[in-house]
């Protein structure tokens, strides 16, 4: 056999993809700890600090109180999410309308984001939404003002995107499990209660850790519906680390403290990549 | 038909129907609202009504249309590039090459700590304010190569081996063979890509400030800015500005979440 990679058949089919994946991927990754080390402001040169930058990231209130909305977001959106889409799949296996349903559900995770922003914006605002003009302001989230509104709606947005992914996750995971084993149960006298709970559930266990691990992802990368809906506010209440990372660098112009944060953030990346891939053998087994 | 093999609950049916309600409610509503006369926000209590086109005759070209036709050039170049770079890597890798786990460690990485590292690089290159800064980070996609690997390692690989028995060399396997048999997925891994590159938001806005290289999202996001309120402006934009991804949608639909379930199977 021919493992070693130089006699791989067409093995030089990966290099233009390695080189540019090396240009634009892991050579920024290792500038960013220069960077990381030096007080910049992005445009004039630096001046280097040393771990000045990391010190800082521990007496930071502000990170911690990110950090802190970001796993509030994950803590309210994760459960929504995976009930929905199992409850979604398990309903809509072979009805039907299971295929127009799903390819409905999909369409939001890909429709002009900016486009979606508006729809949401022009519906769900407290002053100029359509819902609160209809119903003279009976109806309203005031996520102009109130953090938990805010949070709610950066959340229905980041589920709206998303369920339709996450319905399809599950559908998989239903359609490996052998009609044989259904019939089985019901021939011994399992109730459909008894078949949903005590056999599709605990079979769909790998498909539904699955979701939780991406539903994290997405909570945490909720910042792109932050700045199109909330803008971090009010008062913050929305600052989600990515829409942190982005204020410190861009708006705020501290390049080095970003840089820093990236490199921090990173590593808890991996990490949680590494135990989740764990989990997941895991829940195979 | 397919019958169902589980039997579905009122209440499972109800939590289809308020979730259908609640993703396609901004849809309809941007579509209805794209219609609307400008003065239908001063009514002051009732559903607005009214019907005009004039919302889309007035959408500007140097904030809205000339943004829109940018996107759809860069976007599609960007898919083709992609696909072109990806294929004979997802290849070299199935083949053997065992640089899979290199790639899902890439593609753990989160999008928005690129931000600033990218920032950097481009600053150097020269890059920043160059539409090219919207082309060369995004060619090589850790996710369009898992994607076609997936494809490629449900081929019976016997075919290629054969193949190369009968003296092909691999430009003409991956030309004539790779490329035909995995055409559902590569269509998938082009929405996708498309769409993803497509709905940069933050990315664009940071590289390329000048206004001449706005991206639609861009002008999106300073339309909705500007004018809060104006709901048949801004309904006309959005429903003219997601024509490109509803059409490519309605076309390849079922190869994209048939590839997607199949992937996760």
Redesign the interface.
Known sequence: MKHKFNFTPGWWGVLPSLTLLAIFVLYPLLQVLQISSLKWDGVVAGEGIGFGNYLRLFGDADLGRSLITTLTLAAFVLPIFVTLAATIAIELEGTRFERVIKAILFLPGLWTIGASAIGWYTLYAPDYGIIATITNGAVALPWGDQGWAALTLVGAFTIWQNIGYAVLVVSAGLKGIPQETLEAARVDGANENQVRWKIVIPLLRPSLTFLAVIGGLYALQSYTAVYLLTRGGPFGSTRVLGYFLYETAFEKFEFGYGAALSMCALLLAFTFAALQARALRGSEQ | ?????????W???I??GV??V??????I??AY?AFLPPDA?F??????TGFTLENFAKLPFDTLIRPLILSLVVSSLVVVLQLT?????A???R?????LPLYL??L??????????????L?DLGLLNNPLALV??F??N?FI?FLLYSGLAKLPWTFIEAA?LDGAN?IQ??LKIVAPLLRPEMTAAA??GF?AH??L??YPK?VLDNPQWWT??????E??RKD??A?GK??A???V??L???I??IIF??R??KT???G??
């Open positions: 038909m397919k019958t169902a093999r589980l039997s579905g609950t209440l499972g049916k939590v289809v979730v259908l609640f993703i396609l409610l901004p849809i509503w941007l609202s926000i009514k002051t209590s009732g559903v607005p770079v990806s294929l004979p890597a290849y070299a890798i083949s053997g090459a065992k640089l460690l890439l753990s990485i989160p999008a928005e700590l690129m931000l600033i590292p990218l920032y950097g690089l600053k060369f980070p060619i090589a850790p190569v190369r691999n396997i991956l929405v996708l769409a497509w709905n938001v933050l940071v639609v999202q861009v002008a999106l996001t339309m909705l809060p309120n709901w801004l309904g934009a959005a429903m500005t997601s490109p991804i509803l490519l949608y639909e079922s994209v979440t997607l379930e199949g996760l199977k």
